[in-house]
């Protein structure tokens, strides 16, 4: 069975930092791209970031490029999102999700359950 479970959320005041973490189980992890997707209150589903299997290769939305950084361990099958200079527009349910395929950095075939973030002072 795929599973994947989110950790880190919390709340953080305007200009702090937050890792959250991703556990993978139930396949064979490095062979899979995995993605961060959010979804604020009242809104759809963002694509936040996406890292491919090796994790040679990741790309950002413009809205957490430079701040953001997508990491994975394949030896211990996890995917972190390093969150820095957070801000109130980064208030979001954060969920990881298993891509299609290797190199597929956007395709969300399985996600989480998801951690909350919450930006606020």
């Known amino acids: 069975e795929v599973r994947l479970m989110e950790s880190g959320g919390g709340l953080v005041q305007p200009g702090g930092s937050l890792r959250l973490s991703c556990v993978a189980s139930?396949?064979?992890?490095?062979?899979?791209?995995m993605v961060w997707v959010r979804q604020p209150p009242g809104k759809e589903l963002e694509w936040v970031s996406g890292?491919?299997?090796?994790?040679?290769?990741?790309e950002y939305a413009d809205s957490v490029q430079g701040r953001f950084t997508v990491s994975r361990d394949n030896n211990r099958n996890v995917v972190y999102l390093q969150m820095n200079n957070l801000k109130t527009e980064d208030t979001a349910m954060y969920y990881c999700?298993?891509?299609?395929?290797?190199?597929?950095?956007?395709?969300?075939?399985?996600r989480g359950q998801g951690t909350q973030v919450t930006v606020s002072s």
């Open positions: 999700a298993k891509s299609k395929m290797m190199v597929d950095i956007h395709s969300q075939e399985l």
């Open positions: 139930g396949f064979t992890f490095r062979n899979y791209a």
């Open positions: 890292i491919t299997g090796t994790g040679g290769y990741a």
